[in-house]
């Protein structure tokens, strides 16, 4: 293959990862796996952390697979999940894997840390983050409870996906849209908000420069990975954080009034905006401001998403009780539409393990029908998320005064045409499902045109647009489920 215009994308999920090359072919992007691997957990002293040292060597794997595909790959980008980080001492020097963010550590902390960052309203004001118990900031505030050394030992906090560039590359930073995501940064300046660090008992030192979307870091440090080439690929901070990613590939036309779903493990509800929205409204809906491609705002609301099935699909699978996902959806699609709906973000759901029992629970507190197999319980997982993202819009809608009639659903979630039809029947809107790989895509290409490499006159989205075969879905009028437990 003619691997001149190819790039890589490493997109690591909570779930997990795979290494993808992309080869843009005209104004089309054109995309292959090399790679696809487990994000691990590891589960030590009660307490529950990515095992990084796993994810390298898998990251090594793909470079490797590419380089060998691909000898004139011109980039290489890393995306993850938000929130978490690794620790480094002066050294570069990994202190302890990262916890994650479905540790219950920071449970009780979040409370502190706006009472030490001066309240709810000047926190929201700098750094227009949602109050979620397990943001960067509450996770901070428990290293320095819990773990005063290695705090002490602390000289760089690198978020998951600049771990991994800073691996690839030997620079450290943290790529604008992941720093917004950690209720650290200044939304409005883009810079580290200082004194909400300060306040907190942390050292602004502690984290790194913070760059824009598509920086070139430097040339791949070949010595660390495996493969040859004959002219090393360069390493560029895309978007780091994945949602960026997903959303800077969202196949819209320009200047149309549209919303986004992210779906995956988590749904993000929202829309993109030139400025933050601070207002109270925002701030007591649980909204949220985070930085996007090119000085924008992603303004949403997270959601949960495809969570909940995912871990009862795992335990159906360790019990023997396993059928193969698309097997599962046609089962779903023939089963019995569902009267009510259950909360999916309820504080039950959020813990890791025993998903079945805690749906079956759910229902039998609030009076629903217990599902009668699989694919029951699968439906009734289903249409609650579905009403879950058409409340979400509604209050979108009335927070910043807009309406999409459009809504664009992009991720894994976007190949589920049963959960893109529920959807638009409960929000009333049209759907347009695709790209499947919309983070994958927007790494790679705002790759291609961090490199000068995208056809004249064409944007990310046009590209995008012209790489994605999309899926419409009309609303079939009212036919929303009743929410029994609780206000999604």
């Known amino acids: 293959m003619d691997s001149s215009r190819s790039y890589l994308a490493i997109d690591l999920g909570a779930s997990s990862g795979r290494a993808v090359l992309g080869t843009l072919d005209g104004d089309v992007m054109r995309m292959h796996e090399v790679h696809r691997f487990a994000t691990p957990f590891i589960e030590s002293s009660g307490h529950l952390y990515w095992d990084v040292d796993v994810l390298w060597s898998d990251i090594q794997v793909g470079v490797a697979r590419a380089l060998h595909e691909a000898p004139a790959l011109r980039s290489i980008s890393v995306d993850s999940w938000a929130v978490d980080y690794v620790p480094l001492n002066a050294a570069g020097i990994r202190l302890r894997n990262p916890y994650s963010y479905r540790d219950s550590r920071t449970s009780q902390r979040m409370q502190s840390a706006i009472q030490k960052a001066g309240g709810a309203a000047t926190l929201y004001e700098r750094t227009g983050i949602q109050f979620l118990a397990f943001n960067t900031l509450p ?58 660090i300060g306040a907190i008992g942390d050292e602004p030192s502690r984290w790194p420069d913070i760059v824009s979307a598509g920086a070139v870091l430097g040339t791949l440090r070949v010595e660390r990975v495996a493969g040859s080439t004959m002219k090393p690929p360069v390493v560029i901070a895309t978007c780091s954080h994945d949602t960026a990613a997903a959303v800077a590939a969202v196949p819209a036309e320009a200047d149309s009034e549209w919303a986004f779903i992210s779906s995956g493990t988590w749904s ?221």
Not at 139 to 149: G, K, R, W
Not at 367 to 373: K, L, T, W
Request: contains cysteine; glycine residues 6%.
């Open 268 to 488: 993000l509800v929202g829309i993109e905006r030139k400025e933050a929205l601070l207002t109270d409204n925002a701030r007591d809906a649980g909204f949220t401001n985070e930085a996007g491609l090119d000085d924008t705002i992603r303004f949403l609301k997270n959601r949960a998403g495809m969570w909940v099935l995912e871990e009862c699909r795992r335990e159906w699978e360790q019990s023997g009780d396993f059928t193969p996902y698309e097997s599962l959806l046609a089962q779903v699609a023939r089963a019995e539409p569902v009267a009510h709906t259950i909360d999916l973000n309820a504080p039950a759901f959020a813990a890791r393990g025993d998903m079945v029992r805690r749906v079956h629970a759910t229902c039998a507190d609030n009076g629903i029908a217990m599902p009668p197999n699989n694919a029951a319980l699968a439906r009734l997982i289903l249409h609650s998320l579905a009403e879950s993202n058409a409340r979400a819009l509604d209050e979108l809608d009335a927070v910043a005064s807009m309406h999409a009639d459009v809504v664009h659903i992009v991720g894994g979630g976007a190949r589920n045409d049963l959960l893109n039809q529920l959807t638009a029947d409960a929000c009333g809107r049209r759907v347009v499902a695709g790209p499947e790989e919309a983070t994958v895509l927007g790494n790679l290409l705002v790759q291609a045109r961090a490199l000068g490499d995208l056809p004249r006159g064409l944007s990310v989205r046009d590209v995008a647009r012209r790489s994605t075969q999309l899926r419409q879905f009309a609303p079939r009028g009212a036919s929303r489920a009743t929410s029994t437990a609780g206000t999604l």
């Open 139 to 196: 996770q901070i505030v428990a290293d320095m409870d819990d773990e005063p050394d290695i705090v002490e030992r602390t000289a760089m906090r690198l978020m998951i996906a600049d771990y991994f560039l800073y691996r690839l590359s030997g620079r450290m930073v943290c790529e604008s849209t992941m720093a917004s995501t950690t209720q650290l940064m200044d939304i409005r300046t883009g810079d580290w908000a200082r004194d909400v």
